[in-house]
């Protein structure tokens, strides 16, 4: 069964604006991880953020994780044409690595 | 980095008969491989969970007898869709570990279409 759910489900910006996904989970976990999809393509790992963690940078792309909220957000900022693509948060549910993902985010940008 | 390919990238099969997908880790040993599905405009769900050499761990709602999963080696894991009818028809995504990493090597996938 799917653990999280992220939102919105598509997101539309123009170039240069910031673009903000969340994503929800229903159990504990011990990491949160981003993934970006290109149409009909595989994943590519973003970031990973622990539970112990509240925020991580990378490049442009800033993660949160409330566990008290169980949900987590990823920024984009300066956003690029390039950035169009699908989002997906993933958690470990039980701690055996197994990931279990959110429905993603579409996210156009808009040159 | 880690590369984990997929093949075939697409096949198209008929109803009935069986078609399988390899998972290949290309530059490392995957102690753990995963195989994962996604409908159109949907998330990942994943199917079921390989170790080397033991048999796979499946996810409720996944018929193991419909899904075949062999994970001969540290670096290829197969999965057959047995008996395969147009709803089985998906992306079909395989990642790979390397043990102790948390960080999932994702394949291509593979587009599977049943007529």
């Known amino acids: 069964s799917q653990q999280g759910e992220e939102d919105p489900q598509a997101l539309s910006i123009q170039e240069g604006e910031n673009a903000t996904m969340n994503c929800s989970y229903k159990?504990?976990?011990?990491?949160l991880q981003w993934y970006r999809q290109n149409s009909g393509r595989g994943l590519v790992h973003l970031i990973l953020?622990?539970?112990?963690?509240r925020e991580k940078h990378s490049g442009r792309l800033r993660v949160t994780l409330d566990t008290s909220k169980k949900s987590s957000s990823l920024l984009i900022t300066a956003s690029r044409a390039a950035d169009t693509a699908s989002y997906f948060c993933?958690?470990?549910?039980?701690?055996?690595?197994?990931?279990?993902f959110g429905t993603g985010t579409r996210l156009t940008v808009i040159p | 980095g880690a590369v984990v390919s997929q093949h075939p990238s697409r096949v198209i099969c008929k109803s009935g008969t069986s078609v399988k997908i390899e998972c290949r880790s290309l530059?490392?040993?995957?102690?753990?491989m995963f195989w994962y599905r996604q409908f159109p405009k949907q998330s990942l769900m994943l199917m079921a969970t390989?170790?080397?050499?033991?048999?796979?761990?499946?996810e409720q709602g996944v018929e193991k007898d419909k899904f075949l999963i062999n994970h001969a080696s540290l670096t290829l894991s197969t999965l057959t869709v047995t008996s395969a009818h147009p709803e089985d028809s998906s992306f079909y995504i395989c990642?790979?570990?390397?043990?102790?990493?948390?960080?999932?090597?994702f394949g291509p996938g593979t587009r599977l279409t049943v007529t």
């Open positions: 390989s170790n080397e050499g033991s048999k796979a761990t499946y």
């Open positions: 953020i622990r539970s112990n963690e």
């Open positions: 159990t504990s976990i011990n990491n």
């Open positions: 993933a958690t470990d549910k039980d701690g055996a690595n197994n990931l279990f």
């Open positions: 990642s790979a570990e390397i043990g102790g990493d948390y960080e999932q090597y």
């Open positions: 530059d490392f040993q995957a102690t753990t």
